[in-house]
């Protein structure tokens, strides 16, 4: 594309780019000037997002903008107040259960959402709310988060079009697949109606199962969204601090923002799996892979910090025991297995080497088969052998 730089709206683009928008507007038949930046769906900074998001190709954009016009007619979002006022009760029980706000301001005049995740109680959030009703929520939550987009353009008279987004982890467990439609219908939503409207999403307080709750569900994030997130355990200030002024982080994050967080008003204890591994003794898990492919993920720490061996052999049906992963004196470890055929994978915590000290597990074993759901394995074969003397 060429150097030069022409002005959309306060956003900068070069000429090339200048030159796609305008056929990208002609190819929708919208004016090319005298639309308002409070005009919803029609102003440019509302277009920008969709030819940028697909990389100014104008055919793939007008295709998806065209569609994401009759998803707005099909689910009436430009009434969806109106659906929250006739639905309050529900509304009100999706957010006494999803610790979700609008918090603060990013440095350039965004706004900032907090979620507190890991405190989502999510077995009852699935027993108590519809899925159809959470998605006119969602848009609901959006259209709100776009309008107050286009109040901070007007006051700051600068272009906002993006949210930032924190997510705070602590507390969350395996227990929150029960919370994966949802989140999946959120993504599917956004990916075809929102484009490019998340600019960051920072991760915090990050537990150990989070690695492998995000496979399970990083196949329903755009791309182009996996791209922006970052995870962090701890350590995470210095990064808040270069998205928002110290005035505008919350104080529990390392800030001055004395603001109250997003909190539920239910609670669900956790439920990862336990087990004890005695000394001189081991213990297996087995999951089975009944469809012909598929995916096993796990994750699994040691309390206390105790090392303890881990292996993972995989034996196809009617074949031969073969060793997958061995692991010697280690404390934590995440993983994941590809199925091609039938058979069971085995986890063994191996505690044989050690005389004297039993080992503490949490841990979490999912197996996916390819293109359905998640499924919890259960421990069907638990085996407690003793070291053979020397």
């Known amino acids: 594309m060429s150097s030069g730089k022409q002005t959309l709206t306060g956003i900068s683009l070069t000429d090339d780019q200048a030159e796609i928008f305008a056929k990208f507007k002609s190819e929708l038949k919208i004016p090319a000037t005298g639309i308002?930046?409070?005009?919803?769906?029609?102003?440019?900074?509302?277009?920008?997002?969709?030819?940028?998001?697909?990389?100014?190709?104008?055919?793939?954009?007008?295709?998806?903008?065209?569609?994401?016009?009759?998803?707005?007619?099909?689910?009436?979002?430009?009434?969806?107040?109106?659906?929250?006022?006739?639905?309050?009760?529900?509304?009100?029980?999706?957010?006494?259960?999803?610790?979700?706000?609008?918090?603060?301001?990013?440095?350039?005049?965004?706004?900032?959402?907090?979620?507190?995740?890991?405190?989502?109680?999510?077995?009852?959030?699935?027993?108590?709310?519809?899925?159809?009703?959470?998605?006119?929520?969602?848009?609901?939550?959006?259209?709100?988060?776009?309008?107050?987009?286009?109040?901070?353009?007007?006051?700051?008279?600068?272009?906002?079009?993006?949210?930032?987004?924190?997510?705070?982890?602590?507390?969350?467990?395996?227990?929150?697949?029960?919370?994966?439609?949802?989140?999946?219908?959120?993504?599917?939503?956004?990916?075809?109606?929102?484009?490019?409207?998340?600019?960051?999403?920072?991760?915090?307080?990050?537990?150990?199962?989070?690695?492998?709750?995000?496979?399970?569900?990083?196949?329903?994030?755009?791309?182009?969204?996996?791209?922006?997130?970052?995870?962090?355990?701890?350590?995470?200030?210095?990064?808040?601090?270069?998205?928002?002024?110290?005035?505008?982080?919350?104080?529990?994050?390392?800030?001055?923002?004395e603001k109250k967080l997003p909190y539920p008003d239910f609670l669900e204890k956790a439920d990862e799996k336990k087990a004890n591994v005695p000394a001189r003794r081991s213990w297996s898990i087995k999951g089975e892979c009944k469809e012909g492919s598929g995916k096993f993920i796990w994750s699994f720490i040691s309390e206390g910090g105790y090392d303890i061996n881990f292996n993972v052999y995989w034996t196809p049906t009617g074949g031969e025991k073969k060793t997958v992963q061995k692991s010697e004196k280690i404390t934590k470890n995440e993983g994941e297995y590809e199925a091609k055929t039938h058979g069971t994978l085995e986890l063994e915590f191996d505690n044989t080497f050690s005389y004297l000290t039993s080992k503490d597990i949490s841990y979490a074993f999912e197996y996916q088969p390819f293109g359905g759901s998640p499924k919890e394995v259960m421990p069907t074969v638990q085996i407690d052998a003793s070291k053979k003397d020397d």
């Open 36 to 257: 308002p930046q409070d005009s919803g769906i029609r102003d440019d900074t509302t277009l920008f997002r969709f030819i940028s998001g697909k990389k100014w190709d104008i055919k793939v954009a007008k295709a998806q903008y065209e569609a994401m016009v009759k998803w707005r007619a099909k689910f009436e979002v430009e009434t969806i107040e109106e659906w929250g006022k006739k639905n309050q009760k529900k509304v009100d029980l999706i957010e006494s259960m999803y610790p979700s706000r609008v918090y603060s301001y990013d440095k350039y005049g965004r706004p900032v959402v907090v979620q507190r995740m890991g405190l989502i109680p999510a077995t009852k959030f699935r027993e108590r709310v519809d899925i159809a009703d959470w998605k006119k929520y969602h848009i609901l939550v959006f259209e709100r988060l776009a309008q107050l987009c286009r109040d901070q353009t007007k006051k700051l008279k600068k272009p906002v079009y993006n949210v930032a987004v924190i997510v705070d982890s602590e507390g969350l467990s395996f227990n929150h697949r029960a919370f994966f439609q949802f989140f999946k219908s959120n993504s599917e939503t956004d990916k075809q109606n929102y484009p490019e409207f998340l600019h960051t999403v920072t991760v915090i307080n990050a537990p150990w199962v989070l690695p492998t709750l995000y496979k399970l569900v990083k196949g329903f994030i755009d791309p182009a969204t996996r791209e922006k997130i970052r995870f962090f355990t701890d350590g995470y200030e210095e990064r808040l601090l270069s998205l928002m002024d110290e005035k505008e982080i919350p104080t529990r994050y390392g800030g001055k923002n």
